[in-house]
């Protein structure tokens, strides 16, 4: 098991980030809940909250759709968005607002528009989640939204597979405390919730969001787990009605919003300084092996996508 620590004084290599900037604003109709994102390149690649098809939007840098990726599927509730080393878009369908789901899902979904879904089971009863982590080997991380108590981290127990229910593992917790950063539909409580997380693209950082706040960590040796037992720095984001999206375009944050219309925003990293850490530990942290399940994951989905493999169930 790994300690919890609790926050510690800022380091000096700790990012500074700030202030931010408008990069354009968001009018199409078709994107009243984003929900998710994903910088690739000079893209913004982003998905709704639910929906009864699979969709995801890829804008260019002035906010405008360029395209849009389907696939045969009728998802319950997507909630965030991750990209893979080989480009394979991951939708976290894990929203459970009710939590009455038997089952959550993740989606891998090529350009193509192929689709793979899997669907898994919480070890100890429904939870609902706005969050996803997707680790440089491509083992996904499933950060739950908990207005009172700890946050879950969980992750597979064993390798994925299209035709049954895999079971997750709880590997760890958040807990974030109340900051007083405005924005957000919920107030204090707001301040606390999860609702989005993301990867850099060199693997090095590792963010989770609420409503106000971002959670910066740093991520050595691709050891998600690990990093998120450490103290993070903390950055207020600028307010939002209801920010939910949360992506790194290099070491840059990018926000978004729900509601119509909504502002993409850049929120730069600076030069290092002795930024403030954030108001926030992590419970024990269990230790594992996530060789085999990565591994696994990549092939199923490599195999399945390649036979032109797609899911066209829904199912709670």
């Known amino acids: 098991m790994i300690g919890c620590s609790p926050p510690g004084p800022a380091r000096a290599a700790d990012p500074a980030y700030g202030p931010a900037s408008t990069v354009c604003t968001v009018s199409d109709p078709r994107l009243a809940e984003s929900s998710g994102l994903v910088v690739d390149g000079s893209r913004f ?7 009864e098809s699979l969709e995801v939007f890829v804008l260019d ?3 405008k759709v360029t395209s849009v990726i389907t696939a045969a599927v009728d998802p319950y509730d997507v909630e965030d968005l991750a990209r893979a080393a080989d480009g394979t878009l991951w939708l976290a369908d894990t929203g459970d607002n009710d939590r009455d789901r038997d089952t959550v899902a993740l989606h891998a979904l090529r350009e193509d528009g192929q689709a793979v879904l899997f669907r898994f089971i919480y070890p ?4 609902d989640a706005e969050a996803l982590l997707l680790d440089e080997a491509g083992r996904p991380f499933i950060l739950t939204k ?3 108590g700890q946050a879950g981290i969980y992750t597979p127990s064993a390798p994925p597979s299209p035709s049954r229910v895999t079971s997750l593992e709880w590997v760890g917790s958040l807990v974030f405390a109340a900051t007083g950063t405005p924005g957000g539909p919920l107030g204090e409580v707001g301040q606390v919730l999860i609702t989005g997380a993301a990867l850099s693209s060199d693997g090095a950082l590792a963010v989770v969001r609420t409503y106000t706040d971002a959670y910066l960590y740093e991520v050595t040796d691709g050891d998600v787990v690990a990093a998120l037992a450490a103290s993070p720095v903390r950055v207020a984001l600028p307010p939002a009605p ?3 999206a949360i992506a790194f375009d290099g070491s840059d944050l990018v926000v978004t919003s729900e509601g119509m219309p909504f502002d993409v925003t850049l929120v730069p990293a600076v030069a290092p300084t002795a930024a403030a850490t954030a ?5 024990d942290v269990a230790e594992g092996n996530s060789t085999g399940v990565t591994l696994a994951i990549a092939a199923v989905v490599a195999a ?3 036979g032109g493999y797609s899911v066209l169930r829904r199912r709670r």
């Open 45 to 51: 690649v982003t998905v709704n909250d639910g929906g």
């Open 242 to 244: 209801q920010g939910e």
């Open 61 to 63: 840098r002035s906010c």
């Open 124 to 127: 100890d009863g429904a939870h």
């Open 279 to 283: 108001d926030a530990s992590i419970a």
């Open 146 to 148: 908990e207005p009172l």
């Open 304 to 306: 399945l996508l390649v």
